[in-house]
Nanobody
Framework: VQLQASGGGLVQAGGSLKLSCQAS????????MAWYRQVPGEQREEVARISNSGITKYLDSVKGRFTISRDNAKNTVTLQMNNLKPEDTAVHYC???????????????WGQGTQVTVSS
């Protein structure tokens, strides 16, 4: 199983970016999907999470600005980020809890990081 993230970049404060992540491989089902971010020297923090039934949860500082969504048929999760602020600058990682076709158990998977830089 692999998670392939895309969509990072450089944007001015107040701008928007959309991150996408697609899971591929021998997937039986996907439970929660999420986006995390990490600034050098700090712990990775969860930005937004969405359950397989569509229930969402957001970091307080991004509520009202970010929207997480998923397409279960395509095994994708998307993070629409609006009104970006310099403090949103970080490497962003997609995350999913997946059960593969060869296991009775689910485990956590991470995508490669994608850099989001917001200039003031």
């Amino acid at each position: 199983v692999q998670l392939q993230a895309s969509g990072g970049g450089l944007v001015q404060a107040g701008g928007s970016l959309k991150l996408s992540c697609q899971a591929s491989g021998s997937i039986f089902n996907i439970n929660a999907m999420a986006w995390y971010r990490q600034v050098p020297g700090e712990q990775r923090e969860e930005v937004a999470r969405i359950s397989n039934s569509g229930i969402t949860k957001y970091l307080d500082s991004v509520k009202g600005r970010f929207t997480i969504s998923r397409d279960n048929a395509k095994n994708t999760v998307t993070l629409q980020m609006n009104n970006l602020k310099p403090e949103d600058t970080a490497v962003h990682y997609c995350y999913a809890v997946i059960r593969t076709t060869t296991s009775n158990y689910q485990r956590r998977y991470w995508g490669q990081g994608t850099q989001v830089t917001v200039s003031s």
